[in-house]
């Protein structure tokens, strides 16, 4: 219990660190959906130190569910969702490198 309390509260942090350095407009690519920028490559507040800070707040936080219920569809779902997220990682890094190049690497 302390464990799954514990990846809840890291997750809320991490949120909320997240959204002062992101505006929802920008975690919702309106400026890519509207094709009327590149948009802007965000380096600052928690962008300076985890890449994909959205993906790990949700690791925790589903980590943290599955620890709570204990229960083996819990842990499947964890499991699911890093693999998942895995390999959207992975295509939004070529994305970013292709857009922001060797600013973003």
Known sequence: VAAGVGLLVCSALLGSR?????????????????GSTPGELITGGIYATIRHPRYVELFLAVGGVALLTGTLAGYVIWLAYALATYGVVLLEEAELRRRFGAVYV
């Open 18 to 34: 997240r959204r002062r350095a992101i505006s929802m407009r920008t975690l919702a690519g309106a400026d890519e959906l509207a």
